[in-house]
């Protein structure tokens, strides 16, 4: 049986721009870029992984003519390696972030190119409707993106950076000289290479993330193949998305042994298994980045991607972080052991009524029909914006 990727699925962004100064940016920086790029994105495709790509304009530089973003590179090294994609591949291949006059804007040599795209099925398109301004166009890229390489840039790729981190999601800057040393991926990099800070970009199953931020601190030798090796072995090593447990700990309460199974036998499985989440419980068993254990449970909850919310207990912590995670507007499964008493009707939030009867089999199936159910549901309280 063939393994699957882990990054299968997971939406990558490639974003950053190129300084006009060749003084700053020399061409020869700019094609190994580029290359890198172009020697990345098949592979990536390869393992299955998906993309979000703007569409826009594509400017150049007055010095060498090179575009000053790398966005219709992706797009073009997506058609071409397209027979790449594995076979049961996870759809979407690309998501399209556009605006009101993106299509005026497309470069007449990449017009086919688009055409033949936007009529597949590879590609489903996010229209920012009328908003002509870089920051709502990145919140929506934010928004669907898991994962966000950065080269080069200004304010705009700091600020890209700021949404992926405020949401959990690994952001990975690279050290190729395409800006000013304190602006954009550059500024970003260098925080990194302090050790304190290496953790705040990203996670890593392995070694650290101070150890792979200094492996890909590459010199000038380095060719664009070599690099996007690396890069690429990075990638696979991030940590999964994380879903944090929200559930009972006191093993002197009658219900923990039934909570402890459910989650042991039933959830941690199917949402790590299955799901492709790592499992996050802050119970004082594992090492803590915080001080203290609130500050810990809750700058964690606040960047997991999904909480599993168990209520079971009905212990009073566990609807604090309920509620926080449900004022977030976090994707939140909602549980609770059959017949435990609570203080709401949870079956107006669809929760799952666990059993403790049953084989595994039949408690891990209950769980993934309930999560398909309710994992696209929209947040309690939608977003109401004074200006469409």
Same mark, same amino acid.
């Given at each position: 049986m063939m393994s699957i990727s882990n990054l299968a699925g997971r939406r990558i962004q490639i974003a950053g721009s190129i300084a006009t100064n060749s003084q700053v940016a020399s061409t020869t920086e700019v094609e190994l870029a580029r290359d890198f790029v172009a020697a990345l994105v098949p592979? &990536?495709? !390869? #393992?299955?992984? *998906?993309? =979000?790509? %703007?569409?826009?304009?594509?400017?150049?530089?007055?010095?060498?003519g090179k575009p000053i973003c790398f966005d219709? &590179?992706?797009?073009?090294?997506?058609?071409?390696?397209? %027979?790449?994609? %594995?076979?049961?591949?996870?759809? %979407?291949?690309?998501?399209?972030?556009? @605006? @009101?006059? *993106? +299509?005026?804007?497309? /470069?007449?040599?990449?017009?086919?190119?688009?055409? +033949?795209?936007?009529?597949?099925?590879?590609?489903?398109?996010?229209n920012v409707s009328h908003w002509n301004m870089n920051s709502k166009r990145m919140e929506v890229q934010a928004r669907h993106g898991d994962i966000l390489i950065t080269l080069g840039g200004s304010e705009g790729v700091l600020f890209l950076a700021n949404l992926y981190h405020e949401a959990g999601k690994p952001v990975i800057p690279l050290n190729f000289e395409l800006s000013e040393p304190k602006e954009g991926s550059l500024r970003l990099f260098n925080m990194a290479l302090a050790s304190p800070q290496s953790g705040r970009f990203f996670g890593v199953t392995d070694s650290s993330p101070h150890t792979w931020i200094n492996r890909i601190n590459w010199s000038k030798s380095k060719t664009a193949s070599q690099r996007a090796s690396t890069m690429l072995d990075l990638l696979r090593a991030l940590e999964p998305p994380h879903a944090f447990a929200?559930?009972? #700990?006191? /093993?002197? $309460?009658?219900?923990?042994?039934?909570?402890?199974?459910?989650?042991?036998?039933? !959830?941690?499985?199917?949402? +790590?298994g299955e799901f492709g989440y790592k499992l996050l419980v802050v119970d004082g068993a594992q090492p803590f980045d915080r001080a203290r254990m609130d500050q810990e449970i809750f700058d964690k909850l606040h960047r997991s991607s999904m909480i599993l919310a168990d209520i079971t207990g009905a212990r009073p912590n566990c609807f604090i972080e309920l509620?926080?995670?449900?004022?977030?507007?976090?994707?939140?499964?909602?549980?609770?052991? +059959?017949?435990? *008493? @609570?203080?709401?009707?949870? =079956?107006?939030?669809?929760?799952? @009524?666990?059993?403790? *009867?049953?084989?595994?089999?039949?408690?891990?199936? !209950?769980?993934?029909? $309930?999560?398909?159910?309710?994992?696209?549901?929209?947040? #309690?309280?939608? !977003?109401? /914006?004074?200006?469409?």
């Amino acid at each position: 049986m063939m393994s699957i990727s882990n990054l299968a699925g997971r939406r990558i962004q490639i974003a950053g721009s190129i300084a006009t100064n060749s003084q700053v940016a020399s061409t020869t920086e700019v094609e190994l870029a580029r290359d890198f790029v172009a020697a990345l994105v098949p592979q &990536l495709i !390869a #393992l299955g992984a *998906t993309f =979000v790509v %703007p569409v826009d304009a594509e400017k150049l530089r007055p010095c060498d003519g090179k575009p000053i973003c790398f966005d219709w &590179l992706v797009w073009q090294t997506l058609s071409d390696n397209l %027979p790449k994609r %594995p076979s049961g591949a996870a759809s %979407p291949l690309a998501i399209a972030i556009l @605006h @009101h006059k *993106t +299509e005026q804007q497309i /470069p007449a040599e990449f017009a086919s190119l688009w055409d +033949e795209m936007r009529d597949s099925d590879a590609i489903a398109i996010e229209n920012v409707s009328h908003w002509n301004m870089n920051s709502k166009r990145m919140e929506v890229q934010a928004r669907h993106g898991d994962i966000l390489i950065t080269l080069g840039g200004s304010e705009g790729v700091l600020f890209l950076a700021n949404l992926y981190h405020e949401a959990g999601k690994p952001v990975i800057p690279l050290n190729f000289e395409l800006s000013e040393p304190k602006e954009g991926s550059l500024r970003l990099f260098n925080m990194a290479l302090a050790s304190p800070q290496s953790g705040r970009f990203f996670g890593v199953t392995d070694s650290s993330p101070h150890t792979w931020i200094n492996r890909i601190n590459w010199s000038k030798s380095k060719t664009a193949s070599q690099r996007a090796s690396t890069m690429l072995d990075l990638l696979r090593a991030l940590e999964p998305p994380h879903a944090f447990a929200v559930r009972l #700990l006191n /093993p002197s $309460h009658p219900d923990f042994s039934d909570v402890e199974s459910f989650f042991t036998e039933v !959830a941690q499985p199917v949402m +790590e298994g299955e799901f492709g989440y790592k499992l996050l419980v802050v119970d004082g068993a594992q090492p803590f980045d915080r001080a203290r254990m609130d500050q810990e449970i809750f700058d964690k909850l606040h960047r997991s991607s999904m909480i599993l919310a168990d209520i079971t207990g009905a212990r009073p912590n566990c609807f604090i972080e309920l509620g926080y995670a449900l004022g977030r507007c976090l994707p939140t499964m909602l549980t609770v052991k +059959e017949g435990a *008493t @609570h203080p709401f009707d949870i =079956v107006s939030l669809a929760g799952l @009524h666990w059993k403790t *009867t049953g084989t595994v089999e039949e408690r891990k199936d !209950a769980f993934r029909v $309930h999560w398909k159910a309710i994992k696209d549901r929209p947040p #309690l309280v939608s !977003a109401d /914006p004074l200006v469409w």
